[in-house]
């Protein structure tokens, strides 16, 4: 069965520090990637996602995530945070069979401290 | 464009009720897909409905079901409401023709207490 797993259930990390969210996958199949970002009370939004080609993908809000086939993970990194990226992230995968059918991790929750 | 709606954006039920939500799709769009997020939880796909049948389902029971109308809007029914139930229900949509290639819009979801 496929599944991802965040291995992070809360991140805290003080404000303009860089923050790394991690994202590990299981599958047999080709996948595509993505994360989502929860502020409260919200939907989802997408941040970025991995199709194909370029391993190093870039999204909005200065986030930006690497594909690693070998390992299975998909961690999203930011440089320098902002008081506005507190939130909940989600990794995602969809398998080639599934179009658009979104198997989600547990989430990670980004406390920025001033 | 007014993205994806969902409403109401609350309700509280009691148990053994039976609840319908409602979703409106990104214009566009043609397919729409439901998730149930329990407190704490990543969505958890419960199905998908394209060209008003459903295409795909995740595993969830029976009790859970589901409508798309011409207009591709759509309804999500759970009948004999159990406390388990109690989740935020959040509907996407997307456009088949571009398969993974099209991202899916999530609505604010629907806010389900079942007490």
């Known amino acids: 069965a496929q599944s991802v797993t965040q291995l992070d259930s809360q991140v805290p990390v003080f404000e303009e520090a860089p923050v790394e969210l991690r994202c590990n996958y299981s599958?047999?199949?080709?996948?595509?990637l993505f994360w989502y970002v929860q502020y409260p009370n919200q939907g989802l939004q997408l941040l970025l996602k991995y199709l194909s080609g370029s391993t190093l993908v870039k999204g909005i809000n200065g986030f930006e995530a690497e594909f690693n086939k070998s390992q299975t993970s998909f961690h999203l990194r930011k440089p320098s945070v902002h008081i506005s990226d507190t939130a909940e992230y989600f990794c995602a995968v969809s398998y080639l069979q599934g179009a658009q059918k979104l198997v989600f991790g547990q989430g990670t929750r980004l406390t920025i401290n001033p | 464009d007014a993205g994806v709606t969902q409403s109401p954006t609350h309700l509280i039920k009691t148990r053994g009720q039976q609840v319908t939500l409602r979703c409106s799709p990104k214009?566009?769009?043609?397919?729409v897909s439901w998730y149930q997020q329990a407190l704490g939880q990543g969505p958890q796909f419960i199905f998908q409905y394209y060209e008003e049948e459903e295409r795909q389902r995740g595993n969830f029971p029976d009790r859970f079901s589901g409508h798309q109308f011409p207009n591709y809007s759509s309804e999500l029914n759970v009948n004999a409401l159990l406390l388990g139930d109690s989740a935020l229900y959040l509907c996407a949509s997307s456009s088949r023709g571009q398969g993974v290639f099209g991202e899916a819009f999530f609505g604010q979801g629907t806010r389900l207490t079942v007490v």
């Open positions: 599958s047999s199949v080709s996948v595509y």
């Open positions: 214009s566009g769009h043609d397919t």
